[in-house]
């Protein structure tokens, strides 16, 4: 059975940056995507990035355009979610996930099989 276990939260100041990690352990080979997602106080939780397992195809969100960067070290078996310029609307948890297909159908049609526990991020001075 997959593990998804995060780390890397924290406070942090506005314009300032983090880097989450998700530590992949178990079926790994029946995944086809892991991504990030988050729940920030009032909202639904959402993608933000995702990554495919096999080919390494990235399927951004809006919201992580242009400030946030996943990635994925093989061998560590983790998967990174590099967050720059932090605004205080990016408070909230943060979520590893995984799914049976691929980094568009994880993150934008929300088709997840496996969650994280989440880790807090909060953006405050």
């Known amino acids: 059975q997959l593990q998804l276990v995060e780390s890397g939260g924290g406070l942090v100041q506005p314009g300032g940056s983090l880097r989450l990690s998700c530590s992949v352990s178990?079926?790994?080979?029946?995944?086809?995507?892991i991504g990030w997602f988050r729940q920030v106080p009032g909202k639904e939780r959402e993608g933000v990035s995702c990554?495919?397992?096999?080919?390494?195809?990235?399927h951004d969100r809006d919201l992580a355009l242009g400030r946030f960067t996943i990635s994925r070290d093989y061998a560590q078996n983790t998967v990174y979610l590099q967050m720059n310029r932090l605004k205080p609307s990016d408070t909230g948890v943060y979520y590893c996930?995984?799914?049976?297909?691929?980094?568009?159908?994880?993150?934008?049609?929300?088709?997840?099989?496996?969650w994280g526990q989440g880790t807090q991020v909060t953006v405050s001075s």
């Open positions: 990554i495919g397992t096999r080919d390494g195809k990235i």
């Open positions: 178990g079926l790994t080979a029946d995944y086809g995507a």
């Open positions: 996930a995984a799914g049976l297909h691929g980094p568009f159908r994880l993150c934008v049609l929300d088709e997840v099989d496996r």
